[in-house]
Nanobody, 120 residues
Framework: QVQLVESGGGLVQTGGSLRLSCVASESTFSIIASRWWRQAPGKQRELVADISVSGSTTILDSAKGRFTISRDSAKNTVYLQMNSLKPDDTAIYYC??????????????WGQGTQVTVSS
């Protein structure tokens, strides 16, 4: 079964940058749409960024101008570039994606999450 593998989280100071990556474990499963979610302690999970099949993107209002979502289809990888990080960005970040294998779609797969901690 295909899995999403996230990486790139860590500890960074306020104003720093991180780039999260999300790659499919099986190359025959092509990521066609993807989202990054985050969940901070005691808070509900919130949608941070979305990239559609066509490549159009949506970013959480509080992250606009700081975060960018992108997809490299050749590497079957989705990225979340996070700049000007703030302590409020501290959370576990999860990748969520739909796949296409041949003509068969697979929906709503999740990664294991990667911790992002921003120190003040």
């Amino acid at each position: 079964q295909v899995q999403l593998v996230e990486s790139g989280g860590g500890l960074v100071q306020t104003g720093g940058s991180l780039r999260l990556s999300c790659v499919a474990s099986e190359s025959t499963f092509s990521i066609i749409a993807s989202r990054w979610w985050r969940q901070a302690p005691g808070k509900q999970r919130e949608l941070v960024a979305d990239i559609s099949v066509s490549g159009s993107t949506t970013i959480l209002d509080s992250a606009k101008g700081r975060f960018t979502i992108s997809r490299d289809s050749a590497k079957n990888t989705v990225y979340l570039q996070m700049n000007s990080l703030k302590p409020d960005d501290t959370a576990i970040y999860y990748c969520n994606a739909n796949f296409l294998r041949g003509s068969i779609p697979y929906y709503d797969h999740w990664g294991q999450g990667t911790q992002v901690t921003v120190s003040s």
